[in-house]
């Protein structure tokens, strides 16, 4: 038999804080009787531990990990500037420090949630238990919190001397240092405002090469032909390519173009998968339903099928091995048409591969000479001083360029680092220059520009960037996904007067400045929608990964071994088993990108595997169930689970995700959820959630306690008497600044006016309906994009009030005048869409200096439209103009010739007469493939002429 009291002894002892009119109740009620002269001085001993627990300790943890992350980046900067490999006792000790770090990150999260969670009541039995597991919990991370602070102060008294250099400074030691750089203020701001996008037709030295593959392509002979370009890494490859691929001649010489990036390692299956969709998509019919599941011979026949008298151009895009066209070749057609594949690879060994089978001409691209270098260099350094060095650095300019080999990623990115140097002084830009030193030959651009300007970042934007290692080599990644999931893992610091999305954007901005992270497309106001990072930039991503215990990736090749602490999990495999070899509870985020899925019985187990998860994301394959115990993971803040395949339905979420008090992002995407639980208002930190006709019925009474949604996206409404009550409840979100609500009715117009205008931080809206919303009158201050689906009749007098709109889209509004009038007087709309039936009036007319700003145009469906008329001195600025089922015109616009920066035109589904009139024999208005430098046409089934 144990003794009671020795028992009691070592129960209390370990107790979390409790306080004395709560503790003695239990230990009465529930515990062994005993004296209460014994328990008093554990009880005394217990509560002097609580006090100083909750805020000087979580802050002061705070401050250590700030210390000890800012001292990692710099050990490591040291590491990677010795000439030899740096000492394994360094790293070790990094190890040991990061190992750290992760444990006081874990620390503060479990203590912050515990603390906001409410205490249960310890007066009733249920309540006592649970109240004493709460408590013993707390004190069990106040435990933790004084043996890691022990650990990290042994670590500091070993590293006092200067046998390894290997120092810690409190953040006040540190000082300026805590920032890699010593940004100008004006400048940064001024960078962070401009525009970053550089096009392809910007980067310089290019013209010759494109020309000269441009005749290879368009003028060479009629037998298919394997045109490469060859050389290294970093030199502009696929920027070249890219050039020729959008060129006005290619455009027009195949009616076909297809790109597709290889990289390394490379699956054939998926290679081939996506070849086949876009074939499928430029064709206007719908891939095959099994596509998923067909092996490599069924895809070879399947591409060659497709491509049978077609004359096309296909780019492969950073081709690594020289098996690859042996991989390939069966799928290609000849059909003497003179269809061509464009390949870029850093090897010659792979150009000369195609020999056996096809006709091969080569380029080896050259580098910039020096007046093209410093003509680039200027372009990123210089961009706010209209591309001009000022007088007192054009010597230390040359200086720096002529370091670069005339590799044009090197010269943008050292461009884009100096863009934030001091311009005033020469000191600053001298000393950069002495510290550019040619490194190990192999990896010549990776070491000797790309590790010094990711160490001239502070630590929170090397964490942005480093997080482009969970995503595979190439891939293109939205900018909004991305930035949700920085804020997830906390790597944006508040800035006041800015929300964390728009301090995050910032940091996007910086490193796009800086040539790290490319811009792939650009939305109307010059903003990036997807970016990725060059392959050479990844390569160091992955190597900083491995030193920094930043991420693991499990590859199909089992690349990546997970030894260690993982905090990031990349999952790039269709294996089944996958969880075999994945048990780690220290996982804070898995991802799986595209075009991988999950199979649900995976997803099953995160919930019990990944408790400590914050960010999930993946596409699922087949049926989505949602794990029921999903409340389980209460530091969730990122949850993306969609299907592979639009349409696909969750039956239910969990009621339990209203447990998961720390979501910030719910992202189902197109998947269909039946049931939306109403426990789903509990989560006051969402601020994003978006899913497929998301019906809010049974949330009508809480939604509206929901005040920390920024965005709420494809909301739809059923015809249901309550409705009225949704809509009037989302009136109390007035921090929402996209929504998208569907199935509206003419008798929810009062109501709904009524409730976005009290949403004064509104800037994307839609609204669509299939009734009159003549009704509809709105006020928002910050509107930016508004798409309004329904009757109209007349343009609505609040819309030209919007003084700050650059998107309008209409659609099925019947307006029965020309819109244009009411329209111009907006200064900054940069594009209008005019849908199906938006307007049903036979012309309309674009006067003298109408629209001054205007870029895109879209008349989509407008079937009582006869004629187009443009006035010289209107739409100056216009670059994208389609006209799409315009069954009634016969001719294009009149005054089209005064359209100068026209770039894009796009031709579909128009009378015969009007087709007629762009033929190759003398139609009438042929004159505009001169004038544009892309024109599209097609004919009424989609397909290309």
């Known amino acids: 038999m144990c003794d009671p009291c020795a028992t009691v002894d070592s129960c209390v002892r370990d107790l979390l804080p409790l306080a004395r009119d709560h503790l003695l109740p239990v230990a009465r009620k529930y515990l062994f009787p005993i004296a209460l002269d014994h328990l008093l001085p554990i009880l005394k001993e217990t509560v002097n531990m609580i006090r100083g627990v909750p805020n000087d300790k979580i802050a002061e943890m705070k401050n250590e990990l700030e210390t000890i992350e800012e001292f990692i980046h710099q050990t490591d900067k040291m590491a990677d500037a010795e000439e030899a490999n740096p000492s394994d006792e360094t790293r070790k000790k990094i190890k040991q420090l990061i190992e750290a770090s992760f444990r006081i990150q874990d620390l503060i999260d479990e203590y912050i ?8 009541d310890p007066g009733c039995a249920a309540g006592a238990s649970d109240y004493v597991k709460t408590k013993m919990l707390r004190l069990q991370i106040a435990h933790d919190i004084q043996n890691i602070k022990s650990q990290i102060n042994e670590m500091k008294d070993m590293s006092t001397g200067q046998d390894h250099g290997f120092q810690i400074k409190s953040s006040s030691e540190q000082g300026s240092s805590s920032s890699a750089i010593n940004l100008n203020a004006t400048l940064l701001q001024n960078l962070r405002k401009a525009p970053f996008y550089m096009k392809e037709a910007d980067v310089v030295g290019f013209e010759k090469p494109r020309d000269k593959l441009v005749d290879w392509l368009v003028k060479g002979r009629d037998e298919f032909t394997v045109v490469s370009v060859v050389a290294m890494g970093g030199q502009g490859k696929t920027t070249l390519a890219r050039k020729v691929f959008d060129s006005k001649e290619v455009m027009e010489h195949f009616g ?14 998926e290679l081939l998968r996506k070849l086949l969709k876009e074939l499928c998509e430029q064709q206007k019919v719908n891939p095959l339903q099994n596509i998923q ?3 490599k011979e069924s895809l070879l ?4 099928y497709y491509l049978e ?6 780019v492969f895009d950073d081709v690594w091995e020289k098996s690859f066209w042996a991989d390939i070749k069966y799928a290609m057609s000849d059909n003497q048409k003179g269809c061509r594949i464009l390949m870029t690879t850093r090897n010659m060994d792979v150009a000369t591969s195609c020999r056996e089978s096809s006709f091969v001409e080569i380029h080896e691209l050259k580098r910039l000479e020096d007046e093209q270098s410093l003509k680039l260099f200027n372009k990123k350094a210089f961009f706010d001083l209209d591309e001009v060095c000022p007088v007192n650095l054009i010597d230390i300019s040359s200086k720096i360029v002529k370091k670069c080999g ?4 090197a010269i943008v990115v050292i461009g884009g680092q100096l863009s934030c140097k001091n311009r005033n002084t020469i000191h600053e830009w001298d000393k950069f220059n002495e510290n550019i030193k040619p490194k190990l030959k192999k990896d010549f651009v990776i070491n000797t520009f790309l590790v010094p300007s990711y160490h001239d970042l502070s630590y929170n934007l090397k964490s942005c960037l480093l997080y482009f290692g969970i ?8 900018s909004k996904r991305l930035i949700r999931q920085w804020i997830a893992e906390g790597f944006i610091k508040e800035e006041e007067g800015m929300t964390l999305e728009e301090v995050a954007e910032g940091y996007l901005t910086e490193l796009i400045h800086r040539s790290l992270v490319q811009v792939v497309s650009i939305n109307i106001r010059g903003r990036a929608q997807f970016c990725r990072v060059h392959d050479l930039v990844h390569n160091m991503i992955l190597k900083k990964c491995e030193d920094l215990s930043f991420c693991k990736n499990i590859s199909e090749d089992g690349q990546s071994a997970l030894n260690g602490i993982v905090r990031r999990l990349s999952i790039r495999t269709y294996s089944d088993n996958i969880m075999e070899s994945i048990e780690s509870s220290q996982v804070r985020s898995l991802l799986v990108p595209r075009p991988y899925t999950l199979d649900e019985s995976v997803v099953r187990q995160i919930t019990t595997k990944y408790r400590l998860l914050k960010v999930f994301d993946a596409e699922l394959a087949g049926e989505i169930k949602v794990p029921e115990d999903l409340g389980s993971l209460n530091h969730l803040k990122y949850f993306s689970i969609k299907a592979a395949e639009h349409g696909t339905a969750v039956t239910a979420l969990p009621k339990s995700i209203g447990m998961l008090e720390n979501l910030e992002t719910l992202d189902l995407g197109y998947t269909l959820v039946f049931d939306i639980p109403k426990e789903i208002c509990k989560l006051r930190k969402l601020r994003h959630f978006l899913g497929c006709e998301l019906n809010l019925v049974q949330l009508k009474d809480d939604i509206g306690g929901m005040t920390s949604l920024q965005t709420l996206w494809r909301v739809c409404l059923n015809e249901n008497d309550e409705d009225i009550e949704v809509i009037e409840e989302l009136g109390k979100l007035k921090q929402l600044k996209e929504f998208n609500l569907r199935g509206v009715m003419g008798k929810h117009m009062s109501v709904l006016s009524s409730s976005i205008n009290k949403m004064q931080q509104m800037e994307n809206l839609s609204i669509d309906s299939d009734e009159d919303i003549t009704d509809l009158e709105l006020n928002l201050p910050k509107l930016r994009s508004l798409a309004l689906a329904g009757l109209l009749v007349k343009l609505p007098e609040w819309i030209p009030k919007h003084q700050n709109l650059f998107q309008l889209r209409l659609y099925a509004s019947k307006l029965t005048e020309d819109p244009m009038k009411l329209l111009k007087s907006m200064p900054n709309l940069l594009s209008i869409t005019l849908g199906v039936d938006a307007y049903v009036g036979e012309t309309l007319h674009f006067q003298n200096e109408w629209f001054k700003n205007l870029k895109e145009l879209y008349l989509l469906g407008l079937h009582d439209l006869k004629s187009i008329l443009i006035d010289q001195g209107a739409l100056p600025s216009l670059e994208k103009l389609s006209l799409l089922r315009g069954h009634r015109l016969r001719r294009f616009p009149i005054g089209i010739q005064h359209l100068k920066k026209l770039e894009d035109l796009s031709i579909a589904s ?5 087709t007629a009139n762009f033929l190759l024999n003398g139609g009438k208005d042929h004159w505009i493939f001169k004038q544009v430098p892309s024109v599209q046409i097609y004919d009424v089934n989609g397909k290309s002429i």
């Open 113 to 120: 949630i515990r603390e906001e969670q409410q205490l249960p």
């Open 256 to 269: 076909y173009r297809v790109w597709i990036t290889v990289s390394q390692p490379y699956n054939i299956e």
């Open 293 to 295: 599941e067909m092996n």
């Open 301 to 304: 026949k399947g591409v060659r």
């Open 309 to 314: 008298e077609k004359r096309y151009v296909v």
């Open 406 to 409: 005339g590799l044009p990623l």
């Open 471 to 478: 995503y595979p080599e190439d891939c293109e990644v939205k």
């Open 910 to 914: 128009t009378s015969e007469e009007f």
